[in-house]
Each structure stands twice: as structure tokens, then as C-alpha cells.
């Protein structure tokens, strides 16, 4: 079945970066795009970014812009989430989720949702 | 931006009573575009809701959703302990493209 493992927990100091990645199994890599989000101890989530697997086109959240660096690597099917200049707040979990985008019945809208998500990877900012 | 608003901020009910969950946007939403979620403790998310009342593979259907426009609904019939989790709304606003979640409304047993 379709699978999301995301690598392990990272600790890092201020103003250092640090890269996540989410290695995709069970399905086909190409057809479905990747969605980074996190959660800050005890608070709700936050979208981070999105990448077309197809093309690697990213789109993020004007709250990380000028930060975050989502990419991927189609032979090896893994994303990959970068985040620069980190600070204290950014300690979270951070997750990806596989993105459907798949057209409504008897309509010309799609349905776009996150049905597979991995399992988290703790980032702690700390000095 | 679209801002999700969900409400109440917890609800603590019995077994076997109803929960109605409230999301509401801060303009008019696709509801091809609305999603539900449940997360448990140091659990990821699983979908619940898609297309704002479309049950997700393994949703139980004591579970639906219902609405459009700025007024979202999730509704557990009979309130299970294994229900106890926070449910998040979420969007996709396609001009400019971004996914918002709401801020989650945790349900929990009397």
C-alpha cells in the first residue's frame, strides 16, 4: 500500500538549515504531488509548501518563501524539505502528505486532498 | 488569504452522543476543496471528509460532512471512544494556490 517514511529527528542550532526528507513507496511517484506541512508543540497545522513531482514546480507559504527549498528526486521517489535560517519557533513536527487530485463526479471541479501521510519528523531549534 | 475558523474549541460529550463540528471561511470556498482530518496523540493526520461530504476510504459513516460556500459541517452520529481526537478543517484556495487549516476543534468524552 501506499507508503510516506520520512527520515529522523534532527536537533540543530539556531541559524543552521536543515533538510527532511520523505521517501514515497507503494505507489506511482510521478502521478501525485507532495505537501510539507508542520505542527509546533501543541498547535495546529501549518501548511509549508508543495511540490508537482511531475515537474518540480514548488509553490510555499509566504510565511517560509524566502526559507524553504522543497525538491525531489524522481529515481529515488523522495522529497525533500529544506528550511533555512531556523530559529527557535520552527522546533516541530514535520510531515508530508501525498496530494490526490482527482475530478468530481458528473463535474469539471476536482477534489484535491491529502489521503497518505508519513509519520512526522521532530526538528528541534535549540542552542 | 482564506482564514478557516472552527468551532467550539473542545466538546466534551458521552458515548453515543452526537457531535457537530462547525468550520467556518472567511470567503466562499470551493467545497470540492474542503477536507476533514482526525489526528490522534502523536499521530498523523488520516482523512476523514473530502470534497466537504465525500467518506474517505475506511471512514466509518457515523461520520459525514456537510455544507458549501462559508459554512462547513463534521458530524459524528454516535460519538465512539476511539472518536476521541482533533479534527481539522482544510481548503485548497486556488488564486493564489495555498492550503489553510483550521485551527481544530478537540473532542473529547464526558
Known amino acids: 500500500q501506499a507508503q510516506l517514511v520520512q527520515s529522523g529527528a534532527e536537533v540543530k542550532r539556531p541559524g543552521a538549515a536543515v533538510k527532511v526528507s520523505c521517501r514515497a513507496s507503494g505507489y506511482t511517484f510521478s502521478k501525485y504531488d507532495i505537501i510539507w506541512v508542520r505542527q509546533a508543540p501543541g498547535q495546529g497545522l501549518e501548511w509549508v509548501g508543495w511540490i508537482n513531482i511531475g515537474n518540480g514546480n514548488t509553490v510555499y507559504s509566504k510565511n517560509f518563501q524566502d526559507r524553504v527549498t522543497i525538491t525531489r528526486d524522481t529515481s529515488a521517489t523522495v522529497t525533500y524539505m529544506q528550511l533555512s535560517s531556523l530559529r527557535p519557533e520552527d522546533t516541530a513536527v514535520y510531515s508530508c502528505?501525498?496530494?490526490?487530485?482527482?475530478?468530481?463526479?458528473?463535474?469539471?471541479?476536482?477534489?484535491?486532498?491529502?489521503?497518505?501521510w508519513g509519520r512526522g519528523t521532530t526538528v528541534i531549534v535549540s542552542s | 488569504e482564506i482564514v478557516l475558523t472552527q468551532s467550539p474549541d473542545t466538546l466534551a460529550l458521552s458515548p453515543g452522543e452526537r457531535a457537530t463540528l462547525s468550520c467556518r471561511a472567511s470567503?466562499?470556498?470551493?467545497?470540492?476543496?474542503l477536507a476533514w482530518y482526525q489526528q490522534k496523540p502523536g499521530q498523523a493526520p488520516r482523512l476523514l471528509i473530502y470534497?466537504?461530504?465525500y467518506r474517505a476510504t475506511g471512514t466509518p459513516d457515523r461520520f459525514s460532512g456537510t455544507g458549501s460556500g462559508t459554512d462547513f459541517t463534521l458530524t459524528i452520529s454516535r460519538l465512539e471512544p476511539e472518536d476521541c481526537a482533533v479534527y481539522y478543517c482544510?481548503?485548497?484556495?486556488?488564486?493564489?494556490?495555498?492550503?489553510?487549516f483550521g485551527p481544530g476543534t478537540k473532542v473529547h468524552l464526558k
Open positions: 502528505a501525498r496530494l490526490v487530485v482527482t475530478q468530481r463526479p458528473f463535474s469539471p471541479d476536482f477534489f484535491r486532498y491529502m489521503d497518505v
Open positions: 470567503q466562499s470556498v470551493s467545497s470540492s476543496y
Open positions: 470534497g466537504a461530504s
Open positions: 482544510q481548503q485548497f484556495g486556488a488564486s493564489p494556490p495555498e492550503f489553510t
